[in-house]
Nanobody, 124 residues
């Protein structure tokens, strides 16, 4: 089965940092755009960041610009999200997703393969 698996979530105090990873199995995502989304309790899933298929173009939600960094290593079939200066409002389940190979998108329906999510909790 094609899978994306997130790891690295946990509990961190406000102002701290976490780094998430997303590893693919059963397929290579080297030719796919990739993204991170998150969903807080009682809220809809929202876009966080995306990176194009060769890793040279990125987009970010305004709420995380300057604090989060998305990256990828196609040789390792892995994508990363480095998060710093975390805020309680960053608390959510974070999802890894693989999309197409065209223009980057912040829309969830543009992504075809999804992970199961990893919980990030930021305490105040």
């Amino acid at each position: 089965q094609v899978q994306l698996v997130e790891s690295g979530g946990g509990l961190v105090q406000a102002g701290g940092s976490l780094s998430l990873s997303c590893a693919a199995s059963r397929f290579s995502f080297s030719g796919w755009n990739m993204g991170w989304f998150r969903q807080a309790p009682g809220k809809e899933r929202e876009f966080v960041a995306a990176i194009n298929w060769i890793g040279l173009s990125t987009i970010y939600a305004g709420s995380v610009k300057g604090r989060f960094t998305i990256s990828r290593d196609n040789a390792k079939n892995t994508m990363y999200l480095q998060m710093r200066s975390l805020k309680p409002e960053d608390t959510a389940v974070y999802y890894c997703a693989a999309g197409g190979s065209g223009d980057l998108s912040s829309k969830s329906w543009e992504y075809r393969v999804w992970g199961q999510g990893t919980q990030v909790t930021v305490s105040s």
